[in-house]
């Protein structure tokens, strides 16, 4: 599921940041904000699931804070790109949304009957 999820959002990141490149006359901070915005949100989604794992296999307590701590740390990004430049806070949010936006894409394309790739049955 997560390299599902993570090739489709890296895909739509090179996608919309190019775009957002090109469409704003060759403007850096908008598309750096896309690339790292979504990079984040798929390194935090891997840790994320990596510690729910052993969260659930192993018993840790301690896995609960990590949650918390990668929430602030999105926070945190956030603060730092809105401090440098309004343009880079706007791609940076826009990369943090691309995962929802793939699980949606995804959802509508196996509702319609547009793929079949099975993903989130069984």
């Known amino acids: 599921m997560i390299g599902f999820l993570t090739k489709r959002v890296a895909l739509l990141a090179v996608a919309s940041s190019l775009t957002a490149f090109i469409v704003r006359g060759w403007d850096l901070h908008v598309a750096a904000g896309i690339i790292f915005g979504a990079s984040f949100t798929i390194l935090k989604l891997t840790l994320n699931g990596r510690s729910l794992l052993s969260m659930c296999a192993l018993g840790r307590r301690r896995s609960p804070l990590f949650f918390i701590a990668s929430q602030m740390a ?27 936006a793939v699980i949606c894409i995804n959802g ?10 099975g993903w989130g049955e069984g």
């Open 108 to 117: 509508i394309t196996e509702k319609t009957g547009l793929t079949c790739n």
């Open 74 to 100: 999105c926070f945190a990004l956030l603060l730092v790109s809105i401090m440098i430049d309004i343009r880079l806070f706007a791609g940076v949010t826009a990369g943090f949304l691309l995962m929802p």
